[in-house]
């Protein structure tokens, strides 16, 4: 069936509910370049203002999957279920680096297409780059042997997956229409989709560092993706109040990854998180009986080792060096200048503003203002402080690693007016906050 890309425009514009014939219509040309820029930019627009009922919003999903590969696994006699985890995006969220290889030691497949960061948020693709030798875009046989052999492999968004997604959201992203649910959920789903899953867990995060930063929007957001996606999905409601775990910065955080996975530390935040999302994808898999269960499973991979394991190899499969565990010093970049930034009053941390401290790591060129710009993997923060610790004069809030005297002069500057100090003790704010399934 033929349409006039305008007049599909119109229906949405005027408020009328589009068919999936319409939808698959305008979807395919702006795969194949029949939709001007123009085009999506008002079809965009015209949902922000009408939205989309839920059978708009399973047939523009699916539409947008549809424009590309959909990964097959059936020929490659996988033992075991195909499960991935999608993040909204957070500052310090490493989440993922250690996910993958905690699920695929409990014998579950982790083929994770990951991105890059996005305005404050850091991007898992810019940790993994942070390897020296990582490829994040190896061919489609390598990509697939390593999900068999090894269990994960966390790579780039191709050039087939979702490819209706890639022009739409370019076009959103300077269109002032990235903001809208049924856009966010089709835009999300498709690339999840794309990889033949069996199961996903959504991270949908609230709170300062968040793009949801209001608890009700990330509700409406998890809701939306529960309803809308083809296979098993829960969603998680998590707290982006505060920066999770210890680091903010690309080679930094794949340091931490390092310490977590081999046992040398554990923030409370980044295990609690970790532990949620991995317990949650073992009970989709069936892999426990219940969520307590998988809990112990992934302690238990964690404790013996073989989560560390899965995840040396998968670098290793990938071009990374054999050696990073025994010797990431070897290879992540440090930066020159490593200093203290000390408070101006005793007390209580109460608050962050997650966002700016995000901005932060990405003013110290630890990440893109433009899509073009190259990043500097040393820098960011480290030993960054939570919300209830007590605050003392000599006690450092945070470390932070730049390259330039004047950068770290800066950030210190700019991290005291982020960080709020109360005389009171205060609770950290909880961690899980709603789960949706
Ligand atoms: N991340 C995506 O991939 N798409 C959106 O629309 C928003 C965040």
Redesign the pocket.
């Known amino acids: 069936m033929t349409f006039l890309n305008q007049e599909i425009i119109k229906n949405k514009r005027d408020g009328k509910v589009l068919s999936q014939a319409e939808i698959d219509f305008f979807i395919q040309g702006i795969a194949n370049n029949t939709v001007s820029e123009g085009q999506i930019a008002a079809f965009a627009m015209a949902v922000f203002f009408q939205g989309m009922n839920a059978q708009e919003r399973i047939d523009f999903t699916q539409s947008m999957v549809n424009s590309g590969d959909v990964m097959d696994w059936s020929d490659m006699n996988l033992n075991g279920p195909i499960l991935d985890k999608h993040s909204?995006?957070g500052v310090g969220d490493k989440i993922s680096l250690m996910l993958a290889p905690i699920v695929a030691a409990c014998g579950g497949y982790v083929p994770m297409i990951s991105?890059r960061g996005?305005g404050h948020t850091g991007g898992t693709l810019d940790k993994f780059d942070a390897i020296p030798g990582y490829n994040a875009t190896p061919d489609n046989t390598l990509f697939r042997q390593t999900v068999k052999n090894i269990g994960c492999a966390i790579i780039g968004q191709t050039d087939n997956l979702a490819p209706a997604?890639k022009r739409f959201?370019a076009t959103?992203d300077i269109t002032a229409t990235?903001d809208c649910i049924p856009?966010?959920t089709a835009?999300?789903l498709s690339?999840k989709l794309a990889e033949g899953l069996d199961g996903l867990v959504m991270d949908v995060k609230t709170g300062s560092g968040a793009?949801m930063e209001n608890l009700d929007d990330a509700k409406e957001l998890a809701q939306a993706i529960v309803d809308v996606s083809s296979v098993k999905t829960t969603a998680i409601i998590t707290d982006m109040s505060q920066v999770i775990g210890y680091s903010a910065g690309n080679a930094l955080e794949v340091a931490e990854t390092i310490d977590y996975l081999t046992g040398k530390t554990q923030e409370p935040i980044l295990h609690e998180l970790v532990e949620t999302l991995c317990a949650q994808m073992l009970v989709q898999g069936r892999f426990v009986k219940d969520f307590d269960a998988g809990i112990a499973k992934v302690n238990a991979v964690l404790a013996n080792g073989k989560a560390a394991e899965v995840f040396a190899k998968m670098v290793s499969a990938l071009g990374g060096p054999n050696d990073l565990m025994e010797n990431p010093d070897k290879y992540l970049a440090k930066a020159n200048i490593i200093q203290p930034i000390y408070p101006l009053q005793t007390g209580y941390i109460a608050e962050m503003n997650t966002r700016m401290i995000g901005m932060g790591v990405v003013e110290l060129g630890g990440g893109r203002r433009m899509v073009t710009d190259a990043i500097d993997y040393s820098v960011g923060f480290s030993q960054f402080c939570h919300i209830g610790d007590k605050v003392e004069l000599d006690k450092p809030l945070a470390f932070v690693h730049a390259n330039t005297q004047e950068q770290a002069d800066k950030t210190k500057k700019n991290l005291l007016k982020y960080i709020n100090v109360s005389e009171q003790p205060l609770l950290s704010p909880k961690v899980i906050k709603v789960i949706v399934s």
């Open positions: 909204t995006g991105g996005l997604d959201y959103r990235v856009l966010i835009s999300i690339k793009f």
